[in-house]
């Protein structure tokens, strides 16, 4: 049905990479998510006063949050859609992850109010009132909430969409909520124990989980997740095919949102290479990263001496040198400014964002592994693997 739906109302909607298409995707999964969680709440919440189950009524109360996280979800999507302008060059794609925060948030405030209810309901227990009816409309609730967990989640993969994976780990969490009720409404006559509040306690301690999950997530976000390496992978070895390239090194990728990938690098060249020919090759290397990988891309030249037999004695040195040290470390931009009394050994050294050492002890430490009979000093530069 949502399939149907999809390609009924989304022009193009095979076209997974446009914006347009994402954000009228999103858009009619939000108004599908309002009708369906809006009728959930509705019936739930009048099964739940009749049959006096704050567990059931919370159940309702949770459906009717997922409604308002459906709303922000559509002004979020609107909002994403809009192009880049003077204030966000790099657009406004961010938008889904802060409407991501703001449901997280929501989420929170459920889970305390919950938890606070179904204690209050633990020291005081109502009535036991076993109805077939609330067991069939529980049935009901899960079944519709399993479903819109699968295209949601379907949707999210198809789409690369943060805000839909969101939407999907809710509804996931609500079956698990609503299966915790269903199993106390079937239980507390056998046992002749009202376990409402107690199954209350779990439902709450579920949605806090998958809030703390999400939030997680959205903070992560936002400070800078390492790229994914596979991603990586492919550009640095889709540059590397270049037959004016030699090397790559400080790859960084910053993401501002789905499909809004910009990156930079360094790509070593030949120094003897005609330079206009390699900005060239540069220039087309650029525009094809972007149509395949979607990411705009950046390259710095690096130029290198190619077969200059000093330069590749010390860079042999330094290598050796460095593997001795550590096989962790890892170097580039190796160059030599050789004078008649000692030579400089220049380079960037890429260490792990764990490295205890200091630059002065990694110094030191480079230098008892090399044996030369010049004096040379080195020139060295932290690095860390942003990608």
Request: proline share 3%; with cysteine.
């Amino acid at each position: 049905m949502i399939s149907y739906l999809i390609n009924k109302f989304v022009p193009n909607a095979q076209d997974t990479k446009n914006q347009q298409v994402r954000s009228q995707v999103g858009r009619l999964c939000g108004w599908i998510g309002i009708f369906n969680n809006i009728l959930l709440f509705l019936i739930k919440f009048m099964i739940g006063t009749v049959v006096q189950s704050v567990s059931i009524q919370a159940d309702a109360i949770n459906n009717l949050t997922d409604a308002i996280s459906n709303i922000i979800s559509i002004i979020s999507f609107r909002i994403s859609n809009k192009p880049a302008d003077a204030s966000h060059p790099y657009g406004h794609q961010r938008t889904e992850t802060i409407a991501s925060m703001f449901v997280g948030l929501i989420i929170v405030v459920l889970g305390f109010e919950l938890a606070k209810e179904s204690f209050t309901k633990i020291i005081h227990p109502g009535v036991i009132d076993f109805r077939w009816v609330t067991i069939f409309i529980l049935c009901i609730s899960i079944a519709m909430k399993l479903w819109m967990y699968s295209y949601n989640k379907a949707l999210s993969k198809k789409y690369e969409s943060s805000l839909l994976e969101a939407t999907a780990l809710d509804s996931i969490s609500d079956v698990l909520g609503t299966t915790a009720v269903l199993i106390s409404t079937i239980l507390s006559p056998i046992f002749h124990f009202n376990l409402d509040g107690y199954m209350g306690v779990i439902v709450s301690v579920i949605i806090l989980i998958n809030a703390y999950n999400l939030i997680k997530d959205v903070i992560n976000s936002l400070l800078g997740m390492a790229p994914d390496e596979q991603l990586v992978k492919d550009i640095k070895a889709f540059i590397l095919q270049s037959n004016q390239v030699l090397g790559v090194h400080d790859f960084i990728v910053h993401n501002y949102g789905p499909n809004r990938n910009f990156a930079s690098a360094h790509v070593e060249v030949n120094s003897q290479n005609d330079i206009f020919e390699i900005h060239d090759e540069i220039d087309n290397i650029e525009r094809q990263v972007k149509d395949k990988f979607q990411v705009e891309l950046v390259l710095h030249m690096d130029p290198v001496k190619v077969n200059d037999p000093e330069t590749d004695e010390y860079k042999a040195i330094v290598s050796k040198a460095i593997k001795e040290c550590n096989e962790q470390w890892q170097f580039h931009d190796f160059r030599i400014v050789s004078g008649p009394t000692h030579v400089n050994l220049v380079f960037d050294l890429v260490v792990p964002f764990d490295e205890k050492k200091t630059k002065q002890e990694i110094e030191q430490e480079i230098m008892s592994h090399i044996n030369v009979s010049k004096e040379v000093y080195l020139v060295i530069t932290i690095d860390y693997p942003f990608a």
